[in-house]
């Protein structure tokens, strides 16, 4: 798909667009969750579906599968940190999808639901990232996900706080081969643009060129 054809889908659909936004931005109002120090979460969801609309038209396969997108983008977090089931999403996302798009949205949701696990690395072990590679689109949110917070953290608005920053160049190399399914459906694709993109804020010139070189990209 075309950017400016995904762009036309957007414009299109502007108004489900955002009842979504919304209905996902009360969601984590409600469990009163934030972002960072004090930011509303749904700053981050925001950010997550500004990698949908920058990026989306690389992996998006057909007009049905715009609005699917747009929903896991601002729902990603909805069953790990508000509560919610997966039924719970399902009915979220009836009320704007066919039945059809609600269950691929609803799938993506799940799939980027971390285990449960004491530690980062057993909430977000192998099982997790099985689910993600198995999942159409998933792949591509999750990436979404990762750009977002990186950027955030290396924003400078952590108060100073590399800390995640140094956890997710450490990852990077991992993270990507974990969700990357190595497959010629464009649903699963990791388009090499966010990879840059990733590289960009993380790492110097020469490392980047070393890991871009690895990645083929």
Known sequence: MTKEEFQTYQNQY????????KAAHELHQSVNQIYGDNLPYGYHLDMVVEGVREYGHLVCAVEDDVLPLFFAGFFHDSIEDARLTYNDV???ARNVLT???ALMATEVVYALTNDKGRTRAERAGEKY??????TPYAPFVKLCDRLANVAYSCSGDEGGDNRMKVVYKDEMGHFLQAI???SSDQRFLVPVEM???LAEILISDLERDEMLEQWGA
Request: a negative charge; aromatic letters at 4%; zero cysteines.
């Open 14 to 21: 502007a108004d489900k667009i955002e009842q979504m936004r």
């Open 90 to 92: 399902m009915r979220q």
């Open 99 to 101: 039945e059809e798009q």
């Open 129 to 134: 990232y099985k689910g993600i590679r198995e």
């Open 180 to 182: 990357n399914p190595h």
């Open 195 to 197: 990879i840059e993109a």
